[in-house]
């Protein structure tokens, strides 16, 4: 059984003021303005790839798979030297400079999801892994009620590199703030299990603090079976995330 250690609310307030009170002990990074040129065009390759393959398969694409296709596909275009410099810094870099302390998750840039040992949940684009996750997404969604959807499941390195890159950019390069919701791709628990559940219909209101104000989640903190990845104040130097499920 997995323990179980979610944290009980006592209000919007409270988490609201302590996520605050935890961004401010780091000091903030920011993206060097010799590296905005080949950041934007990582950033635009990496969207065209994934626009080619598609939404779901995107989740799981390697790093060799993606170099493969940009280069097959002249509308992309190969990766330059420069931009797989940028993209291994941004992989093999420790992220302890950005206030974030979590385990490294992948080893190598070019680690691959065995596809074989994946499902896809309907109705989502995302898949989770044979075995314990895909059960006990199962469980989750029996005892919770049909209201419950994945939102995210696996990432691989490219997946996850994008959303960093692009939490990054949202935040006109501060790479400490983004770090402290989308972590570098070298350490996302989603490459290894972890899953992210929402309330149907709710969009992105779903990866912020108020899916803590929903049923859907007072019902999963009943369920002694789950845990909470990043509860507030967690040692990871990540925000609040209710949402996120933890499996490893």
């Known amino acids: 059984m997995i323990r179980r250690d979610f944290l009980g609310l006592v209000g919007a307030t409270l ?74 810094e941004v992989f093999y870099t420790d992220p302890a400079i950005y206030g974030f302390y979590g385990k490294r998750t992948i080893e190598n ?21 044979r075995g314990h996750s895909q059960e006990l997404l199962v469980r989750i969604m029996k005892d919770v009620g049909k209201t419950i959807i994945l939102t995210s499941g ?26 402290r919701s989308l972590v570098p791709p070298a350490y996302s628990y989603h490459s290894v299990g972890d899953f992210d559940v929402g309330k149907k219909g709710w969009g992105h209101q779903n990866f912020t603090a108020n899916f803590a104000r929903t049923e859907e989640f007072w019902n ?22 209710p949402w996120h499920v933890k499996i490893v």
């Open 15 to 88: 988490v609201g003021s302590l996520a605050q009170a935890d961004e401010l002990k780091h000091p903030d990074i920011w993206l060097k303005d010799d590296q905005k040129a080949v950041f934007e065009s990582v950033i635009k390759k990496l969207d065209m790839v994934e626009r080619t393959v598609g939404y779901a398969k995107f989740n799981l694409i390697s790093f060799d798979e993606t170099l493969k296709i940009a280069k097959n596909y002249p509308k992309i275009g190969a990766f330059t030297p420069a931009e797989i410099a940028y993209i291994e």
């Open 109 to 129: 840039l070019s680690d691959a999801i065995n596809e074989k040992e994946v499902i896809k949940i309907d109705g989502t684009g995302h898949y989770v892994y």
């Open 154 to 179: 696996i990432r691989s390195s490219m997946k996850q590199l994008s959303l960093h890159l692009d939490k990054i950019k949202s935040e006109n390069g501060n790479i400490t703030v983004a770090s």
């Open 220 to 241: 999963l903190q009943k369920l002694s079976y789950v845990s909470m990845r990043y509860t507030i104040g967690n040692g990871d130097g990540v925000r609040f995330e």
